[in-house]
């Protein structure tokens, strides 16, 4: 049977990680083993991971690299230690108790089909049954419906996608230094054979349903950044390359409208950054 590992990353949410750790450890096919990345919390985290789970490996961070730096140490280390799967999520993913068999299942099924799987990931909705619009990932057209209940997209999250070894080993690792938003664009644009698992179901527990245009603290410097060295990635089509350009356009109108014409400068920052020479 193909070994698990749950790689959680988290920062400063241990009531949240405590939540996510009791609905990964209870799955139905609970995977065979658990390793959350603490990105340098200040809030207990550590202490309550060794009080509470003590079964649970745990990597700490030395400073708090991000999501994108989180999920770059973790799957290292999990890859290293031999594993066929690894399941990614943050630490405010709640996955129902079927989730992860519900993946398995789908990847099984699309083996005996002949089709090759690199990655499946789960359907994210919110607290209230809504599909989140932050992990609600873009389908391909052209795909017969139906088969293994799944369907091919372009791109996914990590919150709750199941990704192979093979392709791990054929592709890397993801780039730590988007810190945060799209890492996960461009680590499954540049994989590719991603599905997304219609009855695999975990949910998405943000305070509340959100888009990057929502931001108010400065973070969509990382937005307008991040997008632009998505949008120079080699890896995306052309096709695809002008509806992200025309997506990142438009939430950016609507960033600035919300932000009161604030905004413009962590926009302007972003741009300038991510049109400089790549930092990989």
Partial sequence: MDRVCA?????????????????????????????????????????????????????RLPENQGGAGGFHEGMKRAYEEGFDWLWLMDD?????????????????????????????ASKVLWTDGRPHPMNTPWPKPSFKGGICQVHPVVWASYVSALVKRDAIREKGFPKREFFIWNDDVEYFLRMGGVFLAHKSVVIHKTKNIYTPADSRDGRYY???????????????????????????????????????????????RGLKDGLAPLPW
């Fill in 7 to 59: 790689v959680i990353v988290t920062y400063n949410r241990k009531e949240l990680l405590r939540e996510c750790l009791r609905a990964v450890l209870s799955q139905t096919r609970p995977p065979d083993h658990v390793l959350v990345v603490d990105n340098a919390s200040t809030d207990g985290t550590p202490e309550m991971l060794r009080e509470e789970f003590p079964q649970v490996e745990v990597l």
């Fill in 92 to 120: 405010d993913t709640i996955p129902n108790p079927e989730a992860l068999r519900e993946l398995l299942t789908a990847e099984a099924c699309l083996k005996q089909t002949g089709i090759p799987t690199k990655a499946l």
């Fill in 222 to 268: 990382y937005q307008a950044r991040n997008r632009t060295w998505l949008l120079r990635s080699k890896h995306l089509p052309l096709g695809w390359r002008v509806l992200l350009f025309l997506h990142f356009a438009l939430e950016s109108v609507v960033y600035l409208v919300k932000s009161r014409g604030r905004g413009w400068r962590e926009i302007a």
